[in-house]
């Protein structure tokens, strides 16, 4: 149903949609599915947490 590679970037939520509601709309239809995540798969959102995490406001907390 759902297979996550490095090569093909995905999102967890957004305006077109993203994996929850997909994962959401799957389960609603069969009631099962199958998710696979290949290593490094999600490594985008790893590097936007990451890049979050170092943002520091004007007086210089994170």
Request: charged content about 25%.
């Amino acid at each position: 149903d759902c297979c996550q590679i490095p090569e093909s970037p995905f999102y967890l939520e957004g305006p077109g949609g993203g994996l929850f509601e997909f994962i959401e709309h799957r389960l609603r239809e069969n009631g099962h599915m199958v998710i696979v995540i290949a290593e490094g798969g999600g490594q985008n959102l790893i590097e936007e947490h990451l890049r979050e995490m170092e943002h520091k406001d004007a007086s210089g907390n994170k």
